[in-house]
């Protein structure tokens, strides 16, 4: 759970990220920022900010911070009811960003500061994407991502996102952030 002050201060550090990356905002999106700490209240270590463009039936493009060494939790997008998961591309803005996906291991995953999440962060295959670099992720794939040294502004695009649908290696993952005065949702 976040506190109000926890909630904005992550806001107006990820327009800092998104500033440094030359993503220019409206008032309106700077305000719609989502701040995910996946329930555990360990925002520095896991978690995500987020903003949405668009997201239909159909597409769905959205803008991800990861602050210094933040981590989203390993999960996967599975079919539902015949319709497959969230197929998606991660393109790298600025900085680095860690992608680990289900697969060979061929680096030791990233863990410092994780000890307590590491059982629950298993896919070992790493792809590490720079600015300009961008990898796709097929339905069902297991994947968790994490910011290098100076943390990492990277756009999403996608089919329509489900994000209630996530299934999360970690049972105590809960993917929309509660607040000390009420819930907010993406």
Same mark, same amino acid.
């Not at 309106?28 to 360990?42: C, H, M, Q, T, Y």
């Not at 197929?87 to 030791?108: D, S």
């Given at each position: 759970?976040?506190?109000?002050?926890?909630?904005?201060?992550?806001?107006?550090?990820?327009?800092?990220?998104?500033?440094?990356?030359? *993503?220019?905002?409206?008032?309106?999106?700077?305000?719609? *920022?989502?701040?995910?700490?996946?329930? =555990?209240?360990?925002?520095?270590? *896991?978690?995500?900010?987020?903003?949405?463009?668009?997201?239909?039936?159909?597409?769905?493009?959205?803008?991800?911070?990861?602050?210094?060494?933040?981590?989203?939790?390993?999960?996967? @997008?599975?079919?539902?009811?015949?319709?497959?998961?969230?197929?998606?591309?991660?393109?790298?803005?600025?900085?680095?960003?860690?992608?680990?996906?289900?697969?060979?291991?061929?680096?030791?995953?990233?863990?410092?500061?994780?000890?307590?999440?590491?059982? @629950? =962060?298993?896919?070992?295959?790493?792809?590490?994407?720079?600015?300009?670099?961008?990898?796709? =992720?097929?339905?069902?794939?297991?994947?968790?991502?994490?910011?290098?040294?100076?943390?990492?502004?990277?756009?999403?695009?996608?089919?329509?996102?489900?994000?209630?649908?996530?299934?999360?290696?970690?049972?105590?993952?809960?993917?929309?952030?509660?607040?000390?005065?009420?819930?907010?949702?993406?």
């Amino acid at each position: 759970m976040l506190t109000l002050a926890e909630l904005g201060h992550a806001k107006q550090r990820a327009l800092g990220f998104y500033q440094q990356a030359g *993503i220019v905002l409206t008032a309106a999106e700077k305000d719609a *920022i989502e701040v995910a700490d996946f329930g =555990l209240s360990d925002l520095d270590a *896991i978690g995500l900010e987020v903003l949405t463009y668009v997201n239909t039936a159909r597409v769905c493009a959205k803008e991800l911070v990861l602050f210094p060494g933040q981590t989203c939790p390993e999960h996967r @997008h599975p079919t539902r009811n015949g319709v497959p998961g969230k197929e998606e591309t991660f393109r790298c803005r600025w900085g680095k960003v860690y992608l680990y996906v289900a697969g060979a291991a061929n680096a030791t995953p990233h863990l410092q500061g994780l000890d307590k999440y590491a059982a @629950h =962060l298993v896919a070992a295959h790493e792809i590490v994407l720079l600015p300009g670099e961008q990898y796709t =992720l097929m339905p069902d794939t297991l994947h968790w991502f994490r910011g290098g040294a100076e943390g990492a502004v990277v756009s999403e695009f996608s089919t329509r996102s489900t994000d209630e649908a996530d299934l999360f290696t970690d049972p105590a993952i809960n993917r929309f952030t509660k607040v000390a005065e009420g819930e907010v949702g993406a």
